[in-house]
């Protein structure tokens, strides 16, 4: 970092944790966030000395400010990760007031941990996530501002060791699991990656579809805050995972909240003098608005759904639409030649049947557009002629799929039945068959939990022509489909 940034940093903390009070909360986040993200902390890895001197920081802001530990007396919640125990959470507790509510928690948390040094980089981490923990922190002093309206008792989290896997939501979460607290956990929410609102455009939101009535619970101008949001029913990004995971997989209703991807993401130039502080602190604002409302809620918080890539459990039928390119050739058996293949296209819906996680029944209707060269059958001499089918053909075939959902591969055997309707033929008379069918098999991968790229080949049984005395031939077809599952 630029000695600009260290000089910022180092009269940022001039006034001491003493004078935190005085300062406004957009001087307490650039505070936080310019501490983390210095380079004196070398990038906070997880276990290292570095992101023991980070955890000593945000245990003096809580302190300072008041809030009371979950447990025994602490904040600190230590794990140990191939039997090194030099992992720790921090956890605290803002407890409600409401007789029959204050046992039931809202959960919200951001990971301390960063990347620490490669290659002599110093990777700082300002907005991946010093930005998520300045924000839970000042959220939390203003919840213990308003404690006495609070119903729900609110848990309030800074996760270790969130780079190396989620080990430290992981621990928490099943610690609850175990102390039989996670059942009262009625939201989880994960602050990460919080500091570029600007340039991200809005606060995105994932995980609305958890909740009841979830885009008006999340809606900003009934929290009377002025920011962009943009809502997402479900976490569904095979590619990224935060903090919510571990909860969401035991069937908590999660929320998981970002600007977005725009800053250096898990790159050296993550620096603290990046980090949009006005929105950041828009960001805090919105976010204690919503955690008061989420605490005294009086109906139910959450719907009872969570996201696909949160629970093994498949849907029984899953419907989607797909496109893509066929190459096609025609086979003579009883002679000494074969077509050549042209490429053509096809397009329909797809139905998948789940009797569980493993075994499926998979059919399509698809409409094919198929072209193939073969010689004219009458003199062998002239040039080749193209056949052109369109037909609605239907394949239905016994599935196998292997590994997670959001990235099995899969392999299906079974037949098919095709109708074509332009039967007629150089001949001059309707010479092909309307009623083929055949037996086929396929693979594929499943890209993500909406996403599938499958391969299928299709070998016809009763042979092309119709007419008598014409030569066998029979229709051999191979097809590479995207299909995008809606349900």
């Avoid at 976490?235 to 600007?259: M, Q």
């Avoid at 053909?393 to 591969?409: A, F, H, I, Q, Y």
Wanted: glycine share 10%.
């Amino acid at each position: 970092m630029k000695r600009l940034t260290l000089f910022l940093a180092v009269a940022l903390m001039a006034g001491g944790i003493s004078t935190a009070q005085a300062q406004t909360q957009q001087e307490r986040l650039m505070r936080h966030v310019y501490t983390l993200a210095s380079d004196s902390l070398q990038g906070r890895k997880a276990g290292s000395s570095d992101a023991a001197k980070a955890r000593a920081y945000i245990e003096r802001e809580w302190k300072a400010m008041g809030l009371k530990p979950l447990w025994d007396g602490s904040y600190r919640m230590a794990f140990a990760l191939a039997d090194e125990e030099k992992y720790c959470n921090l956890v605290a507790i803002i407890e409600g007031n409401d007789p029959k509510l204050k046992s039931e928690y809202i959960v919200i948390g951001g990971h301390y941990d960063h990347l620490g040094v490669k290659r002599g980089e110093v990777y700082n981490g300002a907005d991946d996530n010093a930005s998520g923990t300045a924000c839970v922190t000042e959220v939390a002093r203003q919840l213990l501002a308003r404690q006495k309206e609070l119903k729900r008792s609110v848990i309030i989290c800074a996760f270790d060791a969130e780079e190396m896997g989620l080990f430290g939501s992981s621990h928490l979460a099943n610690t609850m699991a175990e102390l039989n607290m996670l059942g009262r956990v009625k939201v989880m929410i994960s602050v990460d990656m919080v500091g570029w609102l600007k340039e991200g455009k809005s606060l995105k939101l994932e995980g609305t579809g958890t909740l009841a009535g979830g885009s008006v619970m999340t809606d900003p101008k009934t929290l009377g805050i002025d920011i962009p949001i943009h809502n997402k029913r479900f976490e569904n990004s095979i590619f990224t995972a935060t903090d919510t995971e571990p909860f969401a997989k035991r069937g908590v209703a999660t929320l998981a909240v970002t600007t977005g991807l725009k800053s250096p993401y898990h790159k050296p130039q993550d620096d603290a003098n990046l980090i949009d502080y006005e929105g950041l602190d828009l960001v805090t604002d919105y976010m204690a608005a919503l955690t008061m409302r989420l605490a005294n809620h009086e109906g139910s918080v959450t719907s009872g759904k969570v996201a696909p890539k949160h629970t093994n459990k498949v849907k029984p039928v899953n419907l989607g639409i797909g496109i893509g390119y066929n190459s096609a050739w025609l086979g003579f058996p009883d002679a000494a030649f074969t077509g050549k293949s042209r490429m053509g296209g096809q397009a329909g819906l797809a139905m998948q049947c789940n009797f569980n996680n493993t075994w499926a029944l998979h059919t399509n209707v698809v409409y094919t557009y198929t072209r193939t060269l073969y010689p004219d059958v009458n003199n062998l001499f002239n040039v080749s002629r193209e056949l052109n089918q369109q037909t609605v053909t239907v394949p239905v075939m016994v599935r196998l799929n292997v590994g997670d959902r959001s990235s099995s591969v899969h392999i299906s055997a079974g037949g098919y039945y095709s109708y074509q309707w332009n039967r007629k033929s150089f001949l001059g008379e309707e010479t092909y068959r309307s009623h083929q069918w055949g037996l086929g098999w396929g693979f594929g991968v499943r890209l993500g939990y909406n996403w599938d790229l499958s391969f299928m080949a299709l070998y016809q049984v009763n042979h092309l022509f119709g007419g008598a005395g014409l030569p066998k031939a029979y229709k051999n077809l191979s097809s590479c489909t995207l299909t995008y599952y809606f349900l």
